[in-house]
T-cell receptor, first 112, second 114 residues
Framework: DQQVKQNSPSLSVQEGRISILNCDYT??????FLWYKKYPAEGPTFLIS?????DKNEDGRFTVFLNKSAKHLSLHIVPSQPGDSAVYFC???????????FGQGTTLQVKP | KAGVTQTPRYLIKTRGQQVTLSCSPI?????VSWYQQTPGQGLQFLFE???????NKGNFPGRFSGRQFSNSRSEMNVSTLELGDSALYLC?????????????FGSGTQLSVL
């Protein structure tokens, strides 16, 4: 079965420091990954993506790294801000349906 | 451009009842997907509709069903509600729904089954 796993349910960091959120995957046919951010009472919104032709993609304070040999990706937020406090989901297209499958999510708290 | 709109925002039902949730996609988007979010389980794919046809389906029992209208609006129905159906139900739209296309989510309907 294809899976996307976020093994850390929560993460707490101090404002200005780096936040690192991790995601492991199995059997990805697409090697294309997305990160979504979700605030309470709102739907998830797209944050950043990466495809297998790259091992890094950067967008402002957000950088995603892809390690294909380890089947691992990570999202770095530098510097972290209190407004970054949210639930972060990694996702990848399902090999069967092409629809996005999501990890369990990591709740990030950035303390002022 | 208006975003994805889901109604109602909150619902409280009792076991055995049925419920219908509504989703209006972004104008021009023809693919509508439904996801269930529960604590610790992330977002689980329910089904996807495109051009009024169910195109993909996740691993949910037949009590979960849906439909899509000619204007791309979609409804999701859950019959014979169980306590475990309590969750946030999210609707997402995209232009074509093709492999890994970015999804735009609504704010969800929070369903509580008592």
């Amino acid at each position: 079965d294809q899976q996307v796993k976020q093994n850390s349910p929560s993460l707490s960091v101090q404002e200005g420091r780096i936040s690192i959120l991790n995601c492991d995957y199995t059997n990805s046919m697409f090697d294309y990954f997305l990160w979504y951010k979700k605030y309470p009472a709102e739907g998830p919104t797209f944050l950043i993506s990466i495809s297998s032709i790259k091992d890094k993609n950067e967008d402002g304070r957000f950088t995603v790294f892809l390690n294909k040999s380890a089947k691992h990706l990570s999202l770095h937020i530098v510097p972290s801000q209190p407004g970054d406090s949210a639930v972060y989901f990694c996702a990848t297209p399902s090999s069967n349906t092409g629809k996005l499958i999501f990890g369990q999510g990591t709740t990030l708290q950035v303390k002022p | 451009k208006a975003g994805v709109t889901q109604t109602p925002r909150y619902l409280i039902k009792t076991r055995g009842q049925q419920v219908t949730l509504s989703c209006s996609p972004i104008s021009g988007h023809r693919s509508v997907s439904w996801y269930q979010q529960t604590p610790g389980q992330g977002l689980q794919f329910l089904f996807e509709y495109f051009s009024e046809t169910q195109r993909n389906k996740g691993n949910f029992p037949g009590r979960f069903s849906g439909r899509q209208f000619s204007n791309s609006r979609s409804e999701m129905n859950v019959s014979t509600l169980e306590l475990g159906d309590s969750a946030l139900y999210l609707c997402a739209s995209s232009l074509t729904g093709q492999g890994g296309e970015k999804l735009f989510f609504g704010s969800g309907t929070q369903l509580s089954v008592l």
